[in-house]
């Protein structure tokens, strides 16, 4: 029974010695093997002696080749590049026509471009609010009904 004990207790300490020391590895090139080492060992309790098994797993990996663009270093610019107008000419227009006629479109011409858009459509609940923000936002000095006329006759001039 001891010589037994002795010898499972040497499987084992052998056993997690391998298992501390595995799964480490070193690529020295661009293919690569992977070797890992498991140990089982398996012990009967009728019999006094054990087994010890050692299963070796080979792998080989390709390195992955980049997906998108490669990046490249910074480089200093000589000039800003031209900014594109984010309107297209109808839009500029309408706008324009708006400022013309005493509306302070600064900031908000996205807001007045889709109200615009949205009278070509026939709605008219987005106008009437708009209209109502410019004047109380202090934008224009006219009533909101006036306002809400003047989208309207710009819009139709230059976004329908």
Known sequence: MKRALCLTTATLAAAFTLTACGGSATVDSEDSTETSTTVATAASSSESSSSTATVTQTSTR??????????????????????????????????????????????VEDELTVTGHSVCSDET????????????????????????????????????
């Open 125 to 160: 609940i987005t106008r009437d609010v708009v209209a109502g923000q410019l004047v109380e936002q202090r934008r224009t000095d006219m009533t909101p009904e006036a306002v809400g006329q003047l989208v309207t006759d710009a819009a139709r001039a230059n976004l329908c």
């Open 62 to 107: 390709q390195p992955a080749a980049p997906a998108g663009p490669v990046d490249q270093p910074a480089r200093e610019l000589d000039s800003v590049p031209e900014q594109a107008d984010p309107f297209t000419a109808e839009e500029t227009g309408y706008l324009n026509q708006l400022r013309e006629n005493g509306v302070n479109v600064e900031g």
